[in-house]
């Protein structure tokens, strides 16, 4: 089979597909499927790689497969082609997703106590609406808690191929700013207030301040772009409603 037109016909098939695709995927586009094929497709994928090094998109490999996607040296510009405003979600919600992503398989309860504070449900919600986080088993305790660990569409997300690509907890120590918000598309509303309300509560504590209530409806702040990618590990003081 002509090496061009298989490079070309995985190129086409990954710029389509809009999620990622296995090796065995793009098989399976062909009329032949034997070991032959699978070789030249894995060819064409090395190929492709080498191509995109230097331009705006990259060919990615992530737990669910391959991925072209935008590079992040051109992703601020990029992102202007959004009009609508990009969410962010709350510190806490980041932190409870990391110590899930470190911690698995962890409870609800163990994620308090580290943090020191209740978890609000919206934020468990909302990481599995996501389908960011999964019940994974439960804990051989009094009550069975749940354990919950972090799925495939999570590492996709944050363009990881398998958990120990995860930055170490050294690495993150040494972020100028731990408290990095997470933007992203399509956030309900409900998620969107609690997480400007816990920002605001958060700044009245550390000036001593006791905190006023927050306005439920209030808009979310404007994003940088639809994809921003980073973990907190820090602690939060509140997770106000």
């Known amino acids: 089979m002509n090496h061009q037109y298989v490079k070309n016909v995985v190129e086409a098939a990954l710029l389509a597909a809009g999620r990622p695709l296995t090796v065995e995927e793009l098989t399976n586009v062909f009329d032949e499927r034997d070991g032959s094929v699978a070789d030249e497709v894995k060819g064409a994928i090395a190929a492709l790689g080498e191509e995109y090094a230097t331009r705006g998109v990259e060919l990615l490999e992530v737990a669910s497969g391959y991925r072209i996607q935008i590079r992040a040296a051109v992703a601020p510009p990029v992102a202007r082609l959004w009009q609508e405003r990009p969410a962010k979600y709350s510190r806490a919600l980041l932190e409870t997703l990391a110590l899930i992503a470190y911690r698995q398989p962890i409870t609800r309860g163990e994620i308090e106590q580290i943090r020191g504070v209740a978890v609000n449900p919206n934020i468990i919600k909302t990481l599995?609406?996501?389908?960011?986080?999964?019940?994974?088993?439960?804990?051989?305790?009094?009550?069975?808690?749940?354990?919950?660990?972090?799925?495939?569409?999570?590492?996709?997300?944050?363009?990881?191929?398998?958990?120990?690509?995860l930055p170490t907890l050294a690495q993150l120590k040494e972020l100028e700013d731990l408290r990095v918000q997470l933007t992203l598309p399509g956030a309900e509303a409900q998620v969107l207030?609690?997480?400007e309300a816990e920002t605001e509560t958060q700044m009245d504590a550390a000036a001593d301040v006791e905190p006023q209530a927050e306005d439920d409806e209030e808009p979310p702040a404007e994003g940088a772009g639809p994809r921003?990618?980073?973990?907190v590990a820090s602690g939060a003081q509140d997770d106000s409603n």
């Open 128 to 165: 599995q609406e996501r389908n960011w986080i999964r019940v994974v088993g439960h804990r051989d305790v009094p009550g069975k808690p749940e354990l919950l660990g972090s799925t495939r569409e999570f590492l996709d997300y944050f363009s990881l191929k398998k958990l120990d690509d």
């Open 193 to 195: 207030a609690e997480a």
């Open 228 to 231: 921003t990618q980073g973990l």
